[in-house]
C-alpha cells in the first residue's frame, strides 16, 4: 500500500498509538462478484477519511462489514490495536461506531427526540424525554448539528434528517463515524454545513469515514483518502499530496477528461414549449403549479433541484404519462397536453427515464428486443404481422457497436447488464430515430465516471445535431457543464433560470432550497 508519510504524522508507520481501526485483509464474495478482495484499511484517531471509488468499488460493502450489517469471508478487524469480532450493528455500537446510511433509516410520524432514543438500550421508549431533548441540543451546540428535538422527521429537509442521524450515533457514543455518500441528498449549501460538522468532530478527536464517488469532496474534506476499485484497494494517500486528475485515474484505471467541448449554441427552433403546466402527484397533491419554459433545437435546458419538487411529474406530462390539470405543451409547434406516450414519442420525442429498470427496459426481454421496442411497429423491423429478424439483428449488432454496449450478444437478456451498459442501450435506442427532442432524465445517476462521460459526451454530441435536449439533474457539476441554461425548480415551480458561466453555486444552491431569484435588469 502506497502509505505516504506527511508531517503532521512523522510516526504514522511506526507507532499503532493513533490508529483507531484496521481491517485486514477483508474479502467478501457475494455470488458472481467478489465485493472486497483482501480490503485493508487503516483509519487514524481524528482523522476525516475518504473512501473512493466509482459505483460498486465495494465501499458499502467494506463498511457494512465494519458495521456488522455483512460478516467477511475472511480478514480481520482491529479497534485501537486489539482485534475485535463484530457480528452485529449491536456489536458495532458496542465498540463506538456509528454508520449513517445511504438511505436514512428514522421514522416520520415520530419526534426527533424519539428517533434518537428509538433502539437505545436501558432507555424505555419516551419516559426520559426531557433529558433526550437536552442532550440533542448539547450535542447540537458543540457540533453545529442544528435541529429542533420536538420536530417530527417528515417536516424536515433531508439535511436536518441526516443530521438526526449524526446525533442518534453520537449520542450511542459513537467514536469512529461512518456516512455512506451523505452528500447525495443534500443541496450545496446543506454540503457546506456538512463539512463544517465533519470538521468539528475531526477538532473533537471523532475519527470519520467519508464515502464518496465525487473528487471535489474528497478534496475539500478528507485528511486522507483510500481509492477502491472492483473491489480492490489501489491507494491510500494523504489528500494534500494528490490531485484530482490522479484520483481519477486511479479509481476508473485510466484517464478521464473532464473538460467537455461544448460548441456555441445555435438558436432555432423551438421544439418544446410548456406554458402555465399543472399537474398532480400520484397522492393527489399538487406537484406542478405553474411551470412555464421552451427549448430550442441545438440547446439544453438544464432543470436544477433536489429530487422530489416537481422533476418526476414534469418529465411524465411531457412524455404523455401523467395528466395535466392545466396547461399546454407544444413539441414542434404543436400541441401534445395529454396525448398518448405513443403519439408523443413518434412526433419526435425521446425519453431516457430516471427509472432505468422499470421504464427503460424490459428486463426479461432480450438487448435486441430492447433496441427495438416502442420501434417495432415501424419498418424497416417491420411487415404487416411479421418482425423482420434480419433487421432486428443488423441493428442491434450496429447499436451495441456504436454505443459500446457490453454485452455477451443480441440474445442476453438485458437485466443481466450493469448500470452503464442498461444505460446505454436505452440511449441507442432512443436516440436511433434522430429525435428532435431529447428529454434526459438523471441520465448518468449512479453510474461510474467513465460511463458518465460517455453519457455525457452523446448528449453533446445530440445537441451539436440539433437536438433539443431537456436535462433533468441533480448534479449541478453536470448542469453546469453540460447545459446552457439552467431553471431552478422547487416544489413545483420554477424559481429561476441562470446561465452557467455566470451563476454561482451559492445562487442555485439558494433557489434550490426555495429562494425565488430577484430579477436583475
Ligand atoms: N447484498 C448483496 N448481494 C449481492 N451482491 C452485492 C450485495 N451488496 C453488494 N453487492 C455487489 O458487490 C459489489 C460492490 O457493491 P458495493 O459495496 O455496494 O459498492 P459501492 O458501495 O462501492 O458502490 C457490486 O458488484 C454489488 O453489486
Ligand atoms: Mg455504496
Known amino acids: 500500500m502506497a502509505e505516504k508519510r506527511t508531517d503532521a504524522h512523522p510516526d504514522s508507520l511506526a507507532s499503532h498509538q493513533n490508529v483507531a481501526l484496521l481491517m485486514r485483509d477483508i474479502t467478501k464474495v457475494f455470488p458472481g462478484v467478489v465485493a472486497n478482495d483482501k480490503v485493508t484499511f487503516e483509519l487514524k484517531v481524528g482523522e476525516v477519511h475518504a473512501l473512493l471509488g466509482e459505483n460498486g468499488a465495494g465501499k458499502t460493502t467494506l463498511m457494512n462489514i465494519l458495521y456488522g450489517l455483512y460478516q467477511a469471508d475472511s480478514g480481520e478487524i482491529y479497534l485501537y490495536g486489539k482485534r475485535v469480532r463484530i457480528r452485529s450493528p449491536r456489536d458495532a455500537i458496542r465498540h463506538r461506531i456509528g454508520m449513517v446510511h445511504q438511505h436514512f433509516k428514522l421514522v416520520p410520524r415520530h419526534t426527533v427526540a424519539e428517533n434518537v432514543v428509538l433502539g437505545l438500550d436501558g432507555a424505555p421508549f419516551l419516559a426520559p424525554a426531557r433529558a433526550v431533548e437536552d442532550e440533542i441540543l448539547q450535542l447540537g ?63 473533537e478527536g471523532h475519527s470519520v469515514i467519508f464515502i464518496t464517488h465525487k473528487l471535489d469532496e474528497v478534496m475539500e474534506v478528507s485528511d486522507r483518502v483510500t481509492v477502491m476499485r472492483r473491489g480492490k484497494v489501489v491507494a491510500t494517500l494523504s489528500t494534500a499530496d494528490v490531485n484530482k486528475p490522479t484520483l481519477a485515474k486511479m479509481m476508473v484505471g485510466r484517464e478521464v477528461v473532464f473538460r467537455l467541448k461544448k460548441v456555441a449554441c445555435e438558436r432555432g427552433q423551438e421544439a418544446l414549449v410548456v406554458e402555465d403546466l399543472w399537474a398532480l402527484s400520484d397522492r393527489g397533491l399538487p406537484a406542478l403549479k405553474g411551470i412555464s419554459f421552451s427549448v430550442c433545437r441545438g440547446e439544453i435546458l438544464g432543470i436544477a433541484g433536489v429530487a422530489g419538487n416537481g422533476q418526476k411529474e414534469l418529465v411524465e406530462v411531457i412524455t404523455g404519462l401523467r395528466r395535466a390539470t392545466r396547461g399546454k405543451v407544444f413539441v414542434l409547434g404543436d400541441e401534445v397536453t395529454n396525448e398518448n406516450p405513443r403519439r408523443i414519442a413518434d412526433k419526435g420525442v425521446a425519453h431516457i427515464p430516471e427509472e432505468r429498470l422499470k421504464r427503460g427496459i424490459v428486463p426479461e426481454m432480450s438487448v435486441a428486443e430492447n433496441l ?39 440474445d442476453t437478456p438485458a437485466k443481466l447488464l450493469s448500470g452503464g451498459n442498461i444505460q446505454r442501450l436505452i440511449l441507442a435506442r432512443e436516440l436511433s430515430g434522430e429525435p428532435a427532442l431529447v428529454i434526459a432524465a438523471h441520465p448518468t445517476y449512479g453510474l461510474d465516471v467513465g460511463a458518465t462521460e460517455q453519457i455525457r459526451q452523446i448528449l453533446l454530441e445530440q445537441r451539436r445535431r440539433g437536438a433539443a435536449i431537456l436535462l433533468i439533474s441533480e448534479d449541478l457539476e453536470e448542469l453546469m457543464s453540460l447545459a446552457d441554461r439552467i431553471a431552478v425548480i422547487f416544489e413545483g415551480e420554477i424559481m429561476g433560470e441562470v446561465s452557467p458561466e455566470a451563476a454561482t453555486l451559492e445562487e442555485i444552491g439558494l433557489m434550490m432550497a426555495g429562494e425565488k431569484r430577484r430579477v436583475r435588469r
Open 141 to 203: 451546540e458543540r457540533y453545529g448539528l442544528k435541529v429542533d428535538p420536538k420536530a417530527y422527521i417528515w417536516q424536515l429537509s433531508a439535511g436536518e434528517q441526516q443530521r438526526v442521524e449524526i446525533i442518534k450515533a453520537l449520542v450511542r457514543g459513537a467514536d469512529i463515524l461512518i456516512l455512506d455518500e451523505p452528500t447525495s441528498v443534500l443541496t450545496p449549501q446543506e454540503v457546506e454545513e456538512l463539512f463544517k460538522i465533519l470538521a468539528r468532530m475531526r477538532e
Open 372 to 410: 427495438i421496442l416502442k420501434r417495432h411497429h415501424r419498418s424497416p423491423f417491420c411487415h404487416g404481422f411479421f418482425l423482420n429478424l434480419r433487421a432486428v439483428k443488423r441493428f442491434a449488432h450496429h447499436a451495441i457497436e456504436e454505443y459500446a454496449i457490453m454485452t455477451p450478444g443480441p
